[in-house]
């Protein structure tokens, strides 16, 4: 039966002698008599916590027993030593075969269904962790009714790969427990960082709520769980990260409690209609791989080209905080190519295709035999007398735009850095900027050379500051810093939710107008003060703080918190020893402006 299997997945010349080497556990021979009566009562379980590779350690501990003590460059030495020996040279390599086949046999075959998820479009290749492997065995083997208790790596809850898992025990198993370790001293074997966690289930029905607390670092929780873990609705555990469906490391009751308020928002990347929508971050302009279009110094320049450290919260240069550095580099305009990262990144753009599948898309390109290529040229050469040209691509920097700090940590002073940059900069890759055109093409667009009436704008004036705003709200911040390590995930981001403010909307002109006096600064932004009708820019300290404590109140109202839920997030911030602007003063202002819009409401 097994070789059937090994068959299936494509392995026709593997042999029975091949299996009996790796001595299978078989599962209803191995327990004859519990399967005679129907299987399993319960599982208690602690899976090996591996991966099936070839491990140098396991198998040259058979010819060198303190293998597996040696630094790394000694292991090089003692391996070469042993290899120059035919017959461990030839083990090996037939080891090596062996894990590749039994690997395969995982990846490729259809015993085990849960291990290759698919998350944002894309299948992500298994890893044949044995944990992942094992918790999906025990499903196979349970039937309705049998409790199972199990001692699992972290990345099981959290991470992408568990994805199939995890929806898997909420569809078909009542969780009952969860509780999520940091190992701190409780296993000596592994990392002091390691993340672990207990789960408890019984197999049948679904999980409309679980028991968890996360993030524990000694075994006391154990012994009263029922009284410090946090009741986790089946809503919070999806809407938290539709798309990877990671679990949420709750701490706290209070915690679900908001997190289930914060996560009820749409998405970043939803779609709603007449709403602006966000559905892809981009970085346009790599240093390593472009550096010839730079230059140090703005002599001869037009324009700078900005990194992370150029830009902070509604602050797209240092004129209000000397500490942020100013542009590295800049670079020329047009009309000459081979200096010009703007020219760079149009002709990247041209190379992506937006515009050329957009046309393809809109007239009935699919519904052909034609590629992309030849059937957007044939359709623009019969309208316009050429086909598709760099010319036609409009660059994102020909209007103001939102752009984020890749750099990002949790326990930064804030996690989320955002800002609406200028026209024309052209940004490296440690800055993500939303891309501020929908392209929708018309057929009496067609005639058009160059061709820029396809690109429609995604964001209104105050649509964009409003995002802006949100964006850089402490309520905002209280989500994206249970989800970011050391860099913006664009998957994370966009799955993200908030409150897609727009006219009409309560709080929207309250936020758009306060972020857009923060950010409308300087001879780059005089065009948009116009456009908003002529708005004065916050220039004094006092008066910078005070709007973006307001914003930071009324974000909570558009997130539906309560006082109760504010105070928390307030509480749980995480402080850092030299604040630039998140001092316990301005937390305090906060919360005094989300008390007086209780009373005055969105007023402008």
């Not at 986790?232 to 938290?240: A, D």
């Not at 937006?354 to 393809?360: A, D, G, P, Q, V």
Request: with cysteine.
């Amino acid at each position: 039966m097994l070789r059937g299997e090994f068959q299936d997945a494509g392995f026709d010349d593997i042999t029975v002698d091949e299996l009996r080497d790796w001595s299978p556990f078989h599962w209803p021979l191995e327990f004859a008599d519990v399967f005679e009566e129907g299987g399993f009562d319960v599982f208690i379980g602690n899976p090996p916590w591996d991966m099936l590779y070839a491990n140098r350690d396991d198998f040259f501990i058979r010819y060198d027993e303190q293998f597996r003590n040696y630094p790394s460059e000694e292991k090089d030495e003692v391996m070469e030593d042993l290899l120059s020996i035919p017959d461990i040279a030839q083990e090996w390599e037939a080891y090596q075969d062996s894990m590749d086949t039994r690997a395969d046999f995982f990846t490729k075959g259809d015993t085990y269904k849960l291990q290759s998820p698919v998350v944002g479009g894309r299948t992500m290749p298994t890893k044949n962790e044995l944990s992942a492997l094992f918790l999906e065995r025990v499903f196979k083997l349970s039937r309705d009714g049998v409790k199972v208790s199990l001692l699992l790596p972290g990345t099981i809850f959290g991470g992408v790969m568990g994805k199939d898992l995890r929806m898997h025990l909420l569809d078909h198993t009542d969780v009952e427990n969860l509780i999520g370790f940091e190992n701190k001293g409780i296993f000596e074997q592994i990392h002091r960082q390691y993340r672990f966690a207990i789960l408890t289930f019984e197999y049948g029905g679904t999980t409309t709520h679980l028991r968890g607390i996360f993030n524990q670092r000694n075994m006391d929780v154990l012994y009263d769980i029922e009284d410090v873990a946090a009741e986790i609705p089946r809503e919070v555990l999806l809407n938290y990260s539709p798309e990877g469906r990671i679990f949420p490391s709750i701490t706290s009751q209070v915690e679900a409690d908001v997190l289930s308020k914060v996560v009820n928002q749409p998405s970043l990347d939803e779609e709603i209609e007449d709403a602006w929508s966000v559905n892809m971050l981009t970085k346009e302009f790599v240093e390593s791989t472009d550096k010839d279009r730079l230059q140090t110094s703005p002599q001869g320049a037009d324009y700078p080209v900005y990194g992370g450290r150029n830009i902070h919260q509604f602050e797209h240069d240092n004129t209000h905080t000397e500490s942020l550095d100013g542009p590295k580099y800049w670079s020329c305009g047009m009309y000459d190519p081979p200096n010009s990262a703007q020219y760079r990144v149009r002709e990247k753009n041209f190379n992506r295709g937006h515009l050329k599948r957009s046309i393809y898309d809109a007239f009935g390109g699919p519904e052909t035999s034609q590629s992309q290529v030849q059937f957007v040229d044939d359709l623009l050469e019969e309208h316009r007398g050429h086909g598709l040209e760099e010319e036609d691509v409009l660059l994102d920097c020909t209007e103001y735009r939102i752009g984020i700090r890749d750099v990002s940590r949790s326990r930064d002073e804030r996690t989320i850095i955002a800002t609406v940059l200028p026209k024309e900069v052209i940004c490296l890759h440690t800055i993500n900027t939303f891309k501020p055109f929908a392209i929708e093409p018309e057929e009496e667009h067609l005639s058009e050379s160059p061709l820029r009436s396809p690109y429609v704008r995604r964001f209104t004036d105050h649509e964009l500051f409003a995002a802006t705003g949100i964006l850089n709200s402490i309520a905002f911040d209280f989500l994206m810093r249970t989800k970011v390590e050391t860099h913006i995930v664009k998957r994370e981001l966009l799955e993200s939710q908030m409150p897609r403010l727009t006219e009409g909307d309560d709080w929207f002109l309250y936020i758009a107008e306060r972020a857009a006096r923060l950010n409308c600064y300087g001879e780059e932004f005089a065009e948009m003060r116009e456009r908003l009708g002529g708005i004065e820019p916050a220039i004094d300290q006092h008066k910078r703080r005070e709007l973006q404590a307001e914003i930071d109140a009324a974000a909570f109202y558009a997130y539906g918190l309560e006082r109760r839920d504010v105070e928390f997030v307030l509480d749980d911030f995480h402080r850092v020893s030299n604040p630039r602007i998140m001092t316990e003063k301005y937390f305090d202002m906060v919360l005094e402006k989300y008390d007086v819009l209780k009373e005055g409401g969105p007023k402008p």
